[in-house]
């Protein structure tokens, strides 16, 4: 049994691992249907005024069921098509936020994070700006920093947390630029979703066109 019960669990804590999965959560919502964004947003919401209460609670376990069919039936309503990209972006964004209604144990905020690093992993298959690799890299860095506080009993304070965060993102560096500069670039993704392309038409043009795009149109074997 866990020895970290709600009840035991640092009430600063609890708001960190909110505001990470927050953060990461912001660069979906510029990919989703509002809707999804708002049943997020709102779970996330909730989740902070029941940290604020003394003591903390959770929502009762039917009414967490009935949100993830809630969740469930609007998702497939909204995409009809369980295997695409934006569905799972849509799954993971919503069992994030609804994990952050039952915070009890210590193996909760393990999930919970490990649900943010694949939330900053998803994030740069849409986009992959400046700002959001700054939103994302911060969230990550807030959320290890978190674990590092978690695993030292809270005897690690949340600064210094972060600074051992950081060193630990920097020896990763040499292995990411190295993966940047070497490693082959494909020309489709690795999951071959359904209902993915990469937004050349096939029987007619795309809304922009690309040196050697007519040629490309007449040697298809699909049309």
């Known amino acids: 049994m866990d020895s970290l019960f709600i009840n035991q669990l640092p009430q600063k804590m609890r708001l960190q691992l909110i505001a990470g999965i927050t953060l990461l959560s912001c660069p979906q919502w510029f990919n989703l249907p509002w809707w999804i964004n708002v049943g997020s947003g709102a779970c996330l919401v909730w989740s902070i005024s029941l940290t604020w209460k003394n003591p903390p609670s959770i929502p009762p376990r039917w009414l967490r069921i009935f949100l993830v069919m809630l969740f469930m039936g609007v998702i497939y309503a909204s995409f009809h098509d369980m295997r695409s990209e934006n569905t799972g972006r849509a799954f993971l964004l919503a069992m994030s936020s609804l994990k952050m209604l039952e915070l009890r144990y210590r193996r909760d905020v393990y999930t919970a994070v490990f649900l943010g690093y694949f939330l900053a992993a998803i994030a740069f298959l849409s986009m992959q ?25 809270m005897k690690v304070s949340p600064g210094r947390g972060l600074l051992l965060c950081i060193r630990w993102l920097t020896y990763g560096l040499p292995l990411a630029a190295l993966l940047f500069m070497f490693f082959p670039r494909l020309s489709g993704p690795l999951w071959g979703l359904s209902g993915e392309n990469d937004g050349r038409a096939v029987t007619g043009f795309s809304e922009t066109m ?7 149109l007449a040697r298809s074997n699909e049309i």
Not at 133 to 148: F, N, P, Q, S
Not at 210 to 216: K, L, N, R, Y
Request: charged share 15%; proline share 3%.
């Open 129 to 153: 700006s400046l700002l959001f690799a700054v939103v994302v890299l911060a969230g990550v860095g807030w959320l290890t920093a978190l674990l590092v506080e978690l695993e030292s009993e």
């Open 210 to 216: 690309e040196p050697g795009s007519i040629t490309e």
